[in-house]
């Protein structure tokens, strides 16, 4: 399996709370996954918290980011 494929993992205790928790997203992107997960579960978000893929950036956000700076002075 690769790394950076994005994947969510739901669990569910005994109690019937869900958690879902999103790996290999990277930036805001894991916000869309929120409401995806509310309709398929009929359910609406207590709490949230950003992962350590939150920050990271893949390497083409990356180069994006560089070609983005390099533009040409007057």
Do not use: F
């Amino acid at each position: 399996m690769m790394a950076d494929r994005p994947r969510i993992i739901v669990t569910v205790s005994s109690d019937g709370t869900v958690n879902a928790q999103t790996e290999g997203v990277h930036g805001g992107a894991c916000l869309d996954y929120i409401a995806v997960l509310e309709d398929l579960l009929e359910a609406r978000t207590v709490d949230s918290t950003y992962t350590a893929d939150y920050t990271r950036t893949t390497t083409a956000q990356v180069q994006t980011a560089q070609q983005d700076r390099n533009i040409e002075r007057a």
